[in-house]
């Protein structure tokens, strides 16, 4: 930014002011006055003889020049003299002759003198001009840097049905304003990078934009749930097709959570206080567990920065239903027979995850007797289902298999021998050479168990190439999410959505430009249930309610960076 040139008192520079000068003092002594001088003449101003030689102004020499003023010297030694050279004259326009005589008559106050002026200057006008002069620096800094703002949201406490505490619902969401938006999916450059691609490079860096290479020396397992991390967060939603939207449903959904969570006892429920509430049993259990879920695939946990709304949330969460967890480890204890295992497989994904992310040892011990009762339940065919160690289907035991996953994300053992016998139960319910599932031996393959069995077979070592996973994640991107009537089903998608993100390539490219358009547009965006999904007409909406259905569907959004992609974990194993 460019500075106004500096002015003098006169409003101009010493050069033009020299023929007003020589015009208001007049022809020196002996002088002819000029003849022909053209332009108006300037009144002349009557000048009195000082003791000390030198003539001070004795008329009004204001009235001429109203902008300048002259100060006489006080006193002799003090006085300033014009400097001895040559004055050019205005009325002739010729060089004046210089001299003692033609100096002492001339003599008239200095035009500037910026080292007498900082001298004589008041110091609170010294400091003033200074401290104007840094703002107007820091000024230019800032404006240099040009940072990007925090998009802010606010929990109202108005809506909320509760006292809430002030201060604990401002949350400063930090989006990248890079993000891709709803028809850059094409051409992001990130996710026109086909999996295979990837699979024979040798080097992760050259396929990958983000820097895989600073958990080399980390697990390959264990850095699965690091994209949850701020930083890794922003970078994978942006590699992987989100958008602004996307995470902005997030934080809804999340805010929607914290609305409706019980704040005397911590924990939440499948039945209300929210409309559409499940029309089974009450489950507080499974109901905390998932909304604990949602909360943590964006990062958030107990040990999170005190300034976040949602810390709070997800430590009184955690407070209640670690205190319902037994001595043997299952966290069921309410709801229907046929949810008691499906509840436990939350809460151990729930628990494993949260010591995953915090590796906080407090959690150690809760995780590892969760998994214990895992590997204890399991039937004998590989799977599980409603009752501890008897019977198997593919729905139940999907969540298992997560639930064994988070334990090895954390760091936990798992007994190679319990993977491998659900592999086999998996063998039981394969249709089509593997490309689909069935909900139990006896039946046909449903693409809800096809998902949900292409996933176990993804985290359970089948490799990217598999002819197999290609055919199941085909059938999969041909019937894509749609909100039509009789169409809903978020238990499918949120199992699909898994699955072809983990293939990334061309399966992910497609189920994700509708995933990403139809969540957020048909998310609940006002009243009292904004930022939930509604349950009605959903396929596992009535049994289920809305927070199921707002849970997977968070799940979802939360897909971009809630686990690394399967096959980038094999990269960092090589």
């Known amino acids: ?15 033009n002011l020299l023929p007003v000068v020589g015009a208001l003092a007049g022809p020196a002594e002996g002088a002819p006055p000029a003849s022909g001088a053209a332009g108006p003449q300037l009144p002349r101003v009557a000048v009195a003889e000082s003791t000390s030689g030198g003539r001070t ?19 002799a030694a003090s006085a300033m003299s014009v400097p001895k050279t040559a004055v050019r004259r205005a009325a002739s326009g ?54 990007s703002r925090p998009f802010v949201l606010q929990l109202d406490p108005r809506d909320s049905g509760e006292a809430l505490q002030p201060g604990d619902l401002d949350l400063p969401l930090e989006i990248s304003e890079t993000l891709l938006e709803a028809n850059d999916l094409e051409t992001a450059e990130a996710l026109e990078i086909d999996a295979s691609e990837m699979l024979a490079a040798t080097e992760i860096t050259r396929t990958s934009p983000i820097a895989w290479e600073k958990e080399a020396s980390a697990s390959p397992v264990r850095v699965a749930l690091s994209g949850r991390e701020e930083g890794m967060r922003e970078a994978l ?18 805010r929607w959570l914290a609305r409706n969570q019980d704040r005397r006892s911590g924990l939440w429920s499948l039945t209300g206080p929210y409309q559409d509430g499940a029309n089974g049993p009450e489950n507080p259990d499974a109901a905390t567990a998932m909304a604990l879920l949602a909360f943590q695939g964006a990062g958030y946990t107990p040990a999170g920065n005190e300034n976040e709304p949602f810390t709070a949330i997800t430590r009184r969460g955690w407070t209640a239903l670690l205190k319902r967890q037994e001595s043997d480890g299952r966290f069921f204890q309410e709801g229907a ?79 190679s021998e319990t993977l491998s016998r659900v592999s086999g139960y998996l063998d039981l319910v394969a249709r089509d050479g593997g490309s689909r599932y069935a909900y139990v031996p006896s039946q046909t393959a449903k693409l809800s168990m096809s998902a949900e069995g ?55 490219r497609t189920w994700n430009a509708t995933m990403r358009r139809l969540l957020p547009e048909h998310q609940v965006r006002a009243g009292r249930e904004r930022g939930s999904w509604d349950p009605q007409g959903d396929r596992w909406g009535g049994r289920g309610g809305r927070l199921f259905v707002t849970c997977l569907s968070t799940y979802m959004l939360e897909v971009y960076y809630r686990h690394l992609p399967i096959y980038r974990l094999d990269l960092l194993a090589r």
């Not at 204001?62 to 902008?67: H, I």
């Not at 939207?245 to 999340?254: F, G, K, P, R, Y």
């Open 237 to 254: 939603l942006k590699a992987y097709g989100g958008t602004g939207n996307t995470q902005e449903s997030v934080i809804e959904a999340l």
């Open 337 to 415: 027979a046929h949810d008691r295992l499906y509840t436990h497989a939350m809460g151990a994904i729930a628990i494993c995850e949260l010591y995953g992310m915090t590796e906080d040892s407090a959690y150690r011990e809760p995780a590892s007797r969760a998994i214990r009762y895992c590997v204890d339940s399991q039937a004998p065919e590989g799977g599980w289902r409603y009752t501890p160690g008897v019977d198997s289907d593919t729905s139940v035991t999907g969540w298992f298999v997560m639930a064994l996953q988070s334990a090895q994300m954390a760091g936990l053992e798992v007994p």
């Open 57 to 75: 102004p004795s008329g009004n020499l204001e009235s001429v020049l109203p902008k300048v003023a002259l100060r006489p010297p006080t006193t």
């Open 1 to 15: 930014m460019s500075q106004p040139e500096a002015r003098g008192p006169l409003e101009g520079s010493p050069a």
């Open 454 to 508: 292409l996933l176990c077979r993804q985290y359970l070592g089948w490799k990217h190439g598999d002819q197999r996973l290609q055919r199941g994640a085909d059938l999969l991107v041909a019937s894509l999410p749609s909100w039509d009537a009789d169409a809903r089903d978020v238990y499918y998608w949120y199992y699909a959505a898994q699955v072809c993100h983990h293939m990334e390539g061309r399966h992910w």
């Open 94 to 147: 010729g060089a004046a002759t210089g001299g003692a005589s033609a100096a002492s008559s001339a003599a008239l106050p200095p035009l500037l003198d910026v080292a007498e002026w900082a001298r004589q200057a008041p110091a609170w006008l010294t400091s003033a001009i200074l401290h104007i002069l840094a703002l107007l620096l820091l000024a230019l800094v800032l404006v240099s840097q040009q940072p």
